[in-house]
């Protein structure tokens, strides 16, 4: 299809990410940072262009029986808006977003949208390598989240009869995603797919044992640190001779039971509101050694929670095949 000449003069060395036919010869193109609406020529008006920039701190679409109104907010600049027939809207949005997603330097070069889903004020935006979600009237702004499939450990859903919640771990934090029913699974089922080809397995069995490798690894390698990072203290030489400033801070109490307990200098030793000479040294170690020990626990906690979930995942899907 070739490229009008006027829309050519306006594309100069751009690339051309995107071409959307609007009906006739009109046709909407995508560039990485600009979106242009050519109009052909007509009874009543000439052949024109239009351009509209993606750099946009907002995204809003008002969408009308015969025609949806997209607006891109510009922020200090302003808002700029066009309009594209109905049902071309899916076709239009996906480039569109993605064109304000790399201009804004949410996605990386190269990175392609998938999917887009609008279900009342949830938009959730699946790309090649992770999963944006925006909840609000606008269909995107600043205020989003975005789950990237290098940090993903595990894909659920929890299932209600109205709403369900697909669940996204993220570095073993789960991120719940509330979705119509009817949506949930096929939302899923996009995620996972999407995850698989990031980290290149076939199947979802295959990433667990993948994702748990590779915890096993780090909490492995957490442990060599920590034990490197505290040594055991050196054993003291009990014949070693008492330092001089060591004697000398024994003599009051020395003398003060020589003379009765009487004395003019400070006795300290135990007792209320007191701390006896070299415990403080093992209370600090007995608190690194609780801590570690904590640590340690907490790791064997996430280990046996992934390995129940990987049990009770394989149960499902074993009655489901019967």
């Known amino acids: 299809m070739t490229v009008p000449a006027i829309v050519r003069e306006r594309l100069g060395e751009a690339d051309v990410t995107a071409r959307v036919p609007l009906g006739g010869d009109d046709e909407l193109l995508v560039t990485p940072d600009r979106t242009l609406i050519y109009r052909a020529e007509g009874l009543l008006s000439g052949e024109s262009?239009?351009?509209?920039?993606?750099?946009?701190?907002?995204?809003?679409?008002?969408?009308?029986?015969?025609?949806?109104?997209?607006?891109?907010?510009?922020?200090?600049?302003?808002?700029?808006?066009?309009?594209?027939?109905?049902d071309k809207f899916d076709e239009v949005i996906e480039p569109i977003l993605g064109g304000v997603f790399a201009t804004a330097g949410i996605t990386e070069p190269g990175e392609a949208i998938a999917d887009v889903y609008r279900l009342g004020e949830l938009t959730l935006v699946v790309t090649d390598a992770r999963v944006i979600k925006h909840v609000g009237a606008a269909l995107w702004d600043e205020e989003y989240e975005e789950y990237p499939f290098e940090d993903v450990t595990a894909i659920d859903v929890e299932e209600g009869s109205v709403s369900s919640q697909?669940?996204?771990?993220?570095?073993?934090?789960?991120?719940?995603?509330?979705?119509?029913?009817?949506?949930?699974?096929?939302?899923?089922?996009?995620?996972?797919?999407?995850?698989?080809?990031?980290?290149?397995?076939?199947?979802?069995?295959?990433?667990?044992r993948a994702v748990q490798a590779e915890l096993e690894a780090e909490d492995e390698e957490s442990g060599e640190a920590e034990t490197e990072a505290d040594p055991a203290p050196e054993s003291e030489d009990p014949e070693q001779p008492a330092e001089p400033e060591e004697a000398a801070e024994e003599e009051p109490a020395e003398a003060t039971a020589e003379n009765g307990g009487e004395s003019s200098g400070m006795i300290f030793g135990e007792g209320v509101g007191t701390e006896p000479i070299g415990d403080s040294g093992d209370a600090d170690e007995l608190a690194d050694e609780l801590a570690s020990l904590r640590a340690?626990?907490?790791?064997?906690?996430?280990?046996?929670?992934?390995?129940?979930?990987?049990i009770e995942r394989l149960t499902r899907e074993i009655k489901s095949d019967d």
């Open 49 to 86: 262009v239009d351009e509209y920039s993606l750099e946009a701190e907002r995204v809003s679409v008002n969408e009308g029986r015969r025609k949806a109104t997209i607006t891109l907010d510009h922020g200090i600049d302003g808002e700029s808006q066009f309009s594209v027939p109905g």
């Open 166 to 208: 697909v669940i996204v771990e993220v570095d073993r934090r789960p991120q719940r995603i509330k979705t119509p029913t009817d949506d949930a699974r096929r939302i899923r089922e996009r995620v996972e797919a999407g995850v698989l080809d990031y980290h290149g397995v076939s199947s979802y069995d295959e990433f667990l």
């Open 296 to 310: 340690a626990v907490e790791r064997q906690n996430d280990l046996l929670r992934r390995h129940q979930q990987a």
